[in-house]
């Protein structure tokens, strides 16, 4: 096994199953043989531990009774005897250390694959499902939940085995030595098994409830993290700090009612497992008394006692701790139970790119999520190389519309027709490599500048390729004037840039990987005036042959356009060129004339200055 194995060599949606245990065995694939040998190495150590206990009554009856149970002298015996204890100590341990290194070694790499895979598969998942899922909650399961699981395979799995081997093999042992003993040394089982049933169900619900509040937990502390610029612009601290309080403290009374149930729990089962020995000893020593067993078979019996008694003290705690390990499963199964998006099924015909022909045929759109109508019967035809503007009031719609291109949504009623064929028959990859957007919030991660740049298409593009997309963005010369240039770090560790230069990293990132349809959503909100026209010009020269959508407030941005949507509450009340509808009554006359008579204003004002 190397470590670069791909993510999803271990395919975790068989392990979904109603019935949590089967899951959780079926995730130990391939690791089956690992479990069954550290299995085996434990009953190699159990039973050395076991006739540790044996030689210790052949040492007994040789020292007390003065006989000599091999042939030989009584010296050489005692030194067969000293010996014996050696070596069975040494296979004691040895034994054990080989089968807790199997043990973790499977634990390990079973839930190294299970967080790769849960990455892959988180990657994979809806837009849909993401805006409904708490980042924190994901975090939670990813880390915590894994982590229960991993502590169900180290101990747990493992501990089954060893706590029946050890049973078995002491419990033959017993018998070795007295039968009526053996019988006697366990009459207690039945009541320890029950009582651990019963407490495995209420651990389930604390436990759960416990999880549930610690993703809360995460959650408030993540959100918190991201909009840390919101809560002390709004001095919002001890608001913030109490909600914190709270949610601490919910999660210290669930964890509290855990412990309690445990601090309950064990002592309980102490007291019946003492109860167990003390009728085992009593037991014992009328049988001595009596000559029905041996002096020496006494404090063997003791020493096989205790290891009688332990499996069966820790089988509750294997029963209890269990619990925790299924909540997980649980909750880890409810990521892996996520249909994914396909990418790269789709029966259209594509050869090459796309020329990025789109027809709009009555399209309306309503959020998987429910709600109102977000497009109402949204109808246009744009041609290849043509841009389109998209102005209207906040909400109504434009980002909507343009994010059902690269299929991050579905259009729930009528058509969209790319060169021709439905959108719905493309498979999204394909869209996604064709569209390039730039955000409204364009998200930049904390590398260089030049892997954001490159992010859409990987290492192997030149210098020379960057910095023409970053010319276009007009980023360049701010880039050159960090320290180190291109190599800059972005965030935490690096510059932090300006609203506008983020949008303009993000321009160049959209331009480098040259797409046959552009959407620039808002791109250039964030940019003064002259800046805007000095990008617009750059894109003029690159847009040539490329379908764009850009979606503006500015009439300025809008007005070469080929057509302008202007649009209200998910309707489009108007269409056309810029010439077209400065002359008609409407929306977009109102707002031409507000902009322009600021624009008047401004310029008298600098003008008296
Ligand atoms: P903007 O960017 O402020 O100028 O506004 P638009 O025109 O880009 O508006 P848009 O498309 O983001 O939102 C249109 C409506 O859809 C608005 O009422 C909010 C709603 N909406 C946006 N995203 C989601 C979503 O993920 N789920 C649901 N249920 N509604 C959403
Ligand atoms: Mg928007």
Not at 288 to 299: D, F, L
Request: charged letters at 20%; aromatic letters at 10%.
């Amino acid at each position: 096994m190397t470590n670069n194995e791909p993510a999803n060599y271990f395919d975790f949606r068989k392990t979904l199953s109603k019935n949590k245990l089967a899951g959780m065995l079926r995730m130990m694939t391939g690791y089956r043989m690992t479990y069954l040998a550290a299995n085996a190495t434990l009953a190699i150590s159990a039973t050395a531990k076991t006739l540790t206990y044996l030689l210790l009554r052949n040492f007994a009856d040789t020292v007390v009774g003065n006989t000599v149970p091999f042939a030989g002298s009584f010296s050489r015996t005692l030194i067969l005897i000293a010996l014996g204890f050696v070596g069975l100590a040494m296979v004691e341990g040895g034994f054990a250390y080989l089968s807790s290194r199997m043990a973790s070694y499977s634990a390990e790499n079973i839930t190294r694959r299970l967080r790769n895979f849960l990455f892959d598969q988180i990657q994979r998942l809806s837009f849909a499902y993401h805006s409904k899922t708490p980042t924190g909650d994901l975090i939670e399961r990813v880390t915590s939940d894994v982590d229960s699981v991993r502590a169900f395979f180290n101990d747990q799995a493992i501990g089954v085995g060893r706590i029946i081997l050890l049973f078995i093999i002491n419990f033959i042992a017993i018998w070795i030595l007295s039968w009526k003993l053996a019988l006697v040394s366990i009459v207690a089982v039945p009541v320890i098994v029950l009582v651990s049933m019963w407490f495995f169900k209420k651990v389930t619900k604390a436990y759960e409830a416990y999880q549930e509040q610690e993703a809360k937990l995460t959650t408030t502390l993540q959100e918190n993290l991201t909009g840390v610029r919101v809560v002390k612009a709004f001095a919002r601290q001890n608001y913030e700090i109490d909600k914190f309080e709270t949610d601490n403290w919910g999660k210290f009374l669930r964890g509290r009612t855990l412990v309690k149930m445990q601090s309950f729990f064990w002592p309980l089962s102490d007291l019946l497992c003492g109860f167990q020995m003390l009728a085992g000893f009593i037991y014992a020593g009328i049988l001595a008394v009596h000559g029905e067993i041996t002096i020496g078979t006494y404090p063997a019996y003791v020493g096989l006692v205790v290891w009688l008694i332990w499996p069966m003290r820790n089988l509750g705690r294997i029963i209890v701790n269990t619990s925790t390990g299924l909540v997980s499963y649980d909750r880890l199964m409810e990521i892996v139970k996520q249909e994914r998006e396909p990418l790269t099924t789709g029966t259209a015909k594509v050869n090459g790119p796309v020329r990025g022909d789109i027809i709009f045929e009555k399209v309306s759109f309503q959020y998987e999520d429910g709600g109102s109508e977000v497009l109402k019967e949204v109808s246009f035809h744009i041609h290849p190389g043509q841009v389109v503007a998209l102005l209207g009031s906040t909400g109504s719609g434009k980002t909507t519309l343009v994010n059902l291109l690269p299929r991050f949504h579905e259009y729930t009623d009528g058509h969209i027709l790319l060169d021709g064929q439905e959108l719905k028959e493309y498979p999204r990859e394909f869209l996604r490599k064709q569209i390039g957007i730039v955000e409204q919030e364009p998200f930049l991660f904390s590398r260089s500048i030049r892997e954001n740049i490159t992010y859409g298409v990987g290492h192997n593009v030149s210098q020379e390729e960057i910095e023409k997309a970053a010319r276009a963005a007009a980023i360049h010369e701010v880039i050159l004037s960090f320290p180190e240039g291109y190599n800059t770090l972005v965030g935490e560790k690096g510059v932090t840039l300006s609203g506008g230069q983020k949008q303009r990293v993000a321009v160049a990132r959209t331009l480098l990987k040259d797409p046959r349809i552009l959407i620039l959503d808002d791109s250039t909100s964030s940019v003064d005036t002259e800046t805007e026209s000095e990008i617009r010009n750059a894109l003029n020269g690159l847009m040539g042959n490329r379908t764009t959508f850009i979606i503006a407030h500015r009439i300025q941005s809008v007005m070469k356009a080929d057509l302008i949507l202007v649009m209200d509450k998910g309707c489009v009340i108007q269409m056309g060129r810029h010439e077209e509808l400065v002359e008609q009554e409407g929306m977009y006359r109102q707002i031409y004339d507000i902009q322009t008579r600021i624009d008047e204003e401004l310029e008298e004002e600098i003008a008296s200055a």
